[in-house]
Nanobody, 120 residues
Framework: QVQLVESGGGLVQAGGSLRLSCTAS????????MGWYRQAPGKQRELVAD????????NYADSVKGRFTISMDNAKNTVYLQMNSLKPEDTAVYYC?????????????WGQGTQVTVSA
């Protein structure tokens, strides 16, 4: 079985920074991509950023470009999300997501979520 364990959420004032981490553990042969989604109350879950492991290419939501940075430590099966210049509208539960399997057959896994709250 595969588990994604997130950490790093919390309460921060607007303009502050947080760093989220997500580590994949268990039966892992290959990771296709890892990323972060978020869901605010009353809203749909949305992609924040993701990274394709083989190409190290990244993708960001327009709302976070220039403020958030996604990175990955392949040796540790860990993805990070550095969040700077946080805004109240970044408040949400942040979920880690990963495609894990054996290329080209991957299964998507989700973490349990970590709360990020940005006060005005």
């Amino acid at each position: 079985q595969v588990q994604l364990v997130e950490s790093g959420g919390g309460l921060v004032q607007a303009g502050g920074s947080l760093r989220l981490s997500c580590t994949a553990s268990g039966s892992i042969f290959s990771i296709g991509d890892m990323g972060w989604y978020r869901q605010a109350p009353g809203k749909q879950r949305e992609l924040v950023a993701d990274i394709i492991t083989s190409a190290a290419s990244t993708n960001y939501a327009d709302s976070v470009k220039g403020r958030f940075t996604i990175s990955m430590d392949n040796a540790k099966n860990t993805v990070y999300l550095q969040m700077n210049s946080l805004k109240p509208e970044d408040t949400a539960v942040y979920y880690c997501n990963a495609a894990i399997g054996n290329r080209p057959y991957y299964t998507r896994y989700w973490g349990q979520g970590t709360q990020v709250t940005v006060s005005a």
